[in-house]
């Protein structure tokens, strides 16, 4: 599967083949489970939910490292974790990451 096919065209493949209703909607769900950067926006929630925990954001970190197929722009700031000591530092790191994915984890 191409890795620049849209969640949309994905939806009309599997719409064409029959599948529709909630068999669709758990199909495209599955999906985006499955993305890289639905993954990271995972741990960027969790990281973001806990900025003031140090051992949280590492264990987090260690995560976003194992995502198979992980934006290279996002892995060359994880380093910018180890240097953040404060809650403000860590958010300015998932603001960082969050330009270079291109939005908002809660978007």
């Known amino acids: 599967m191409s890795s620049s096919w849209s969640l949309s065209s994905l939806t009309s493949i599997l719409t064409s083949a029959g599948v529709t209703g909630s068999s669709l909607a758990s199909a495209v769900a599955g999906l985006v489970g499955l993305s890289p950067n639905a993954k990271v926006k995972a741990c960027l929630q969790a990281i973001l939910a806990n900025s003031g ?6 264990d987090e970190v260690k995560q976003i490292a194992e995502i198979a197929n992980c934006p290279a722009a996002v892995m060359n700031l994880l380093p910018s974790f180890a240097a953040a000591t404060t809650p403000i530092q860590v958010v300015q790191v998932v603001q960082e990451i969050e330009s270079v994915m ?6």
């Open 102 to 107: 291109g939005g908002s984890i809660f978007g």
């Open 53 to 58: 925990n140090p051992g949280v954001v590492s």
